[in-house]
């Protein structure tokens, strides 16, 4: 079956790093994905990581997958005040469905 | 390049009512898909169309339904229209699918509320 779990807030100082963690358990995911929401908005592509790759750079964003424990993460290096925002992670399942987790909201502080 | 539009921005109904929501994709993306962002239910698949025809579609109840024209652009109908159907409903598109890993790239979504 598919189910995505997130924690559901994370407070960082400005300058920081974030790291959001996600559970996910449908082992034959192919791709996970990261998404942005800002409030009012719709969601914003981030990254995605291929299910054969343990880790992804982009920037400042740094994906890591132990597909041994279905666990992805997303960090956020040199968090800044933009970054807070609500984070799913996803997993596409079959039928080309992505099923989403409950989302991560994170808070910058200055 | 412009990204995925959806119209209108808001919309107000009363129980009972028809809504249609409309999707155009990005230029070149034959797929469109539909997601219900509910409070407290999280980000749920509705449907999914391509090349026209609908490929794919979540649990939902059939007074969900929709289309895919010609040009790609998509129609969500919400026909009797209940109090939980009130959300935020996303569109996204992608591209081809003999190509592996299309991305879905979202809109920012038509809100449907009740009166």
């Known amino acids: 079956g598919e189910d995505v779990e997130q924690s559901l807030f994370l407070s960082v100082r400005e300058g920081d790093s974030s790291v959001i963690n996600c559970t996910y358990t449908?082992?034959?995911?192919?791709?996970l994905y990261w998404y942005k929401q800002e409030p009012g908005a719709g969601l914003q592509l981030l990254t995605y990581?291929?299910?054969?790759?343990d880790m992804k750079q982009d920037q400042r964003l740094t994906v890591l997958l132990n597909k041994k424990d279905k666990h992805l993460s997303l960090r956020i290096a040199d968090t800044q005040t933009g970054d807070s925002a609500i984070y799913f992670c996803?997993?596409?399942?079959?039928?080309?469905?992505?099923?989403f987790g409950g989302g991560t909201r994170v808070l910058v502080k200055p | 390049e412009a990204g995925v539009t959806q119209s209108p921005t808001h919309l107000i109904k009363t129980r009972g009512q028809q809504a249609t929501l409309r999707c155009s994709p990005i230029?070149?993306?034959?797929?469109v898909y539909w997601y219900q962002q509910a409070l407290g239910l999280g980000l749920q698949f509705l449907l999914w169309?391509?090349?026209?025809?609908?490929?794919n579609r979540g649990n939902f109840p059939p007074r969900f339904s929709g289309r895919q024209f010609p040009n790609y652009s998509s129609e969500l109908n919400v026909n009797a229209f209940e109090l939980e159907d009130s959300a935020l409903y996303l569109c996204?598109?992608?591209?081809?699918?003999?190509?592996?890993?299309?991305?879905?790239?979202f809109g920012d979504g038509t809100r449907l509320s009740i009166l």
């Open positions: 996803a997993e596409m399942a079959a039928g080309n469905k992505l099923t």
């Open positions: 230029s070149g993306h034959t797929s």
């Open positions: 169309y391509d090349e026209g025809e609908e490929r």
């Open positions: 996204a598109s992608s591209g081809t699918l003999v190509v592996n890993n299309q991305p879905q790239h």
């Open positions: 990581i291929f299910s054969n790759m």
């Open positions: 449908d082992s034959s995911s192919t791709y």
